[in-house]
């Protein structure tokens, strides 16, 4: 009875997968310009390298374009740049996602739909292509010993938001155990919040990891003042969230950082199918009270780092 229980389960997921394949998908969800392109990245389908790194000041392309031998194409919409390039003899797609999670839903999606959804047919492809995705952004220390220009890996990004929890398909990628520590480290202090977390590729981890990184576990926030302890005309439920944050362990693992993006990108990734990590410059400590108020040409050096590291 079970076994027959079991190829029945297995028959009907196939049938759905396939069910799935074969649907087109309708002008209303995947929205395409008059030029063929998908709707906020202005992208087309062939123009997208299997390494896409994600940066989220459009800024920042016009570094990584300057470390390129050739670029193939620039593209520009609101806060999405996006360019196609060579460095080291690897074709690199670079695209800028703005701040915060919401945009991370949309340059996700997008992206994948590229190179995963016919857009003649608006059918998904039978042969599925899975990307690398590699952020390189900035973010604050939540260690005193994790200094301002520090290299931070996020092993684990535990997401403050509630987007995945809007996909079905986030049960099969959240790491449950690690999430039910920091739902429990919430609840203790009344913030009422659901954290999930999720690991980055290991593959890519260990890619870009040297002795100029440091591991860590990454808190992507929902915002940029009060979410992150910052006080201005409005305060904080929490007043010592930092603190909080700071003194969590777990199976000898710590919180290192805050960002805005890693747990969106890490989740979608994952549900996609695709790979991905991000590396973070620390240009403020949030518990010593300084900041590197020149940061950007220490993440030049991110970026060279990072570029080198991939193409290795």
Same mark, same amino acid.
């Given at each position: 009875m079970t076994f027959l229980i079991r190829v029945r389960g297995d028959l009907i997921f196939r049938w759905l997968k396939e069910k799935n394949m074969n649907r087109k998908i309708l002008e209303s969800e995947l929205i395409l310009n008059k030029d063929g392109s998908v709707f906020h990245l202005h992208l087309k389908p062939g123009q997208v390298a299997n390494t896409v790194i994600l940066v989220g000041d459009p800024n920042r392309i016009e570094v990584i374009a300057s470390f390129m031998s050739s670029i193939e194409f620039k593209i520009s919409n609101r806060e999405y740049v996006s360019l196609t390039g060579n460095y080291n003899g690897k074709r690199i797609t670079a695209v800028s996602t703005g701040v915060g999670i919401g945009n991370i839903d949309i340059v996700m999606n997008e992206l994948d739909a590229l190179v995963n959804i016919d857009f003649d047919t608006r059918e998904i492809k039978k042969r599925q292509i899975s990307l690398n995705f590699i952020r390189i952004g900035t973010s604050g220390s939540l260690q005193k010993n994790l200094p301002v220009n520090s290299y931070v890996i996020s092993e684990k990004s535990v997401g403050f938001d509630n987007l995945l929890y809007f996909?079905?398909?986030?049960?099969?990628?959240?790491?449950?155990?690690?999430?039910?520590?920091?739902?429990?480290?919430?609840?203790?202090?009344?913030?009422?919040?659901?954290?999930?977390?999720?690991?980055?590729?290991? +593959?890519?981890?260990?890619?870009?990891?040297? +002795?100029?990184?440091?591991?860590?576990? $990454?808190? $992507?926030?929902?915002?940029?003042?009060?979410?992150?302890?910052?006080?201005?005309?409005?305060?904080?439920?929490?007043?010592?969230?930092?603190?909080?944050l700071s003194h969590f362990e777990e199976d000898g693992l710590r919180i290192t950082n805050y960002e805005m993006e890693s747990s969106a990108m890490y989740g979608l990734a994952k549900m996609l199918g695709h790979k991905a990590v991000a590396i973070c410059l620390i240009i403020a400590n949030r518990l010593n009270k300084n900041a590197n108020q020149n940061y950007r040409e220490d993440m030049k050096g991110l970026i060279l780092y990072t570029l080198k590291r991939i193409t290795s």
């Open positions: 996909y079905k398909e986030s049960k099969n990628v959240i790491n449950e155990k690690f999430s039910v520590f920091m739902r429990v480290l919430v609840k203790e202090h009344s913030i009422y919040l659901c954290p999930y977390v999720i690991d980055a590729s290991e +593959d890519f981890v260990n890619k870009l990891k040297s +002795d100029k990184t440091q591991l860590g576990i $990454t808190v $992507t926030s929902p915002g940029f003042y009060v979410p992150q302890g910052r006080e201005l005309r409005l305060s904080a439920k929490l007043e010592n969230i930092n603190e909080v």
